[in-house]
């Protein structure tokens, strides 16, 4: 896998997966599309997803982890390309 980081933020990648590590430390839903428009365009990184589909992805990831829900698997956020249907419903109703 490659790694970078941005503002702080580490984020490793390969084609298909994108891992950001600690990403309830990033509460702001803008510096959130900083992060990945500037990751997005610094490694060429191409997605199926859009930039507000991997936002409220994101954001469900932090508000799981501050009700301590799931904290192992909601301190990082995984970014899949091919992410199930029903689990980007949730992330949309829970992200929004």
Same mark, same amino acid.
């Given at each position: 896998? $490659? /790694?970078?980081?941005?503002?702080?933020? $580490?984020?490793?990648?390969?084609?298909?997966?994108?891992?950001?590590?600690?990403?309830? /430390?990033?509460?702001?839903?803008?510096?959130?599309?900083?992060?990945?428009?500037?990751?997005?365009?610094?490694?060429?990184?191409?997605?199926?997803?859009?930039?507000?589909?991997?936002?409220?992805?994101?954001?469900?990831?932090?508000?799981?982890?501050?009700?301590?829900?799931?904290?192992?698997?909601?301190?990082?956020?995984?970014?899949?390309?091919?992410?199930?249907?029903?689990?980007?419903?949730?992330?949309?109703?829970?992200?929004?």
């Amino acid at each position: 896998m $490659k /790694e970078i980081e941005i503002l702080g933020v $580490k984020i490793e990648y390969d084609k298909g997966y994108v891992t950001v590590f600690n990403s309830y /430390e990033v509460t702001s839903q803008w510096i959130m599309a900083y992060v990945l428009t500037e990751f997005k365009d610094r490694t060429g990184y191409k997605s199926k997803r859009s930039l507000n589909s991997w936002i409220r992805e994101w954001k469900a990831h932090n508000r799981l982890y501050r009700l301590g829900l799931f904290e192992s698997h909601t301190k990082d956020c995984d970014l899949e390309e091919n992410e199930k249907w029903y689990r980007r419903l949730v992330y949309w109703f829970i992200g929004f």
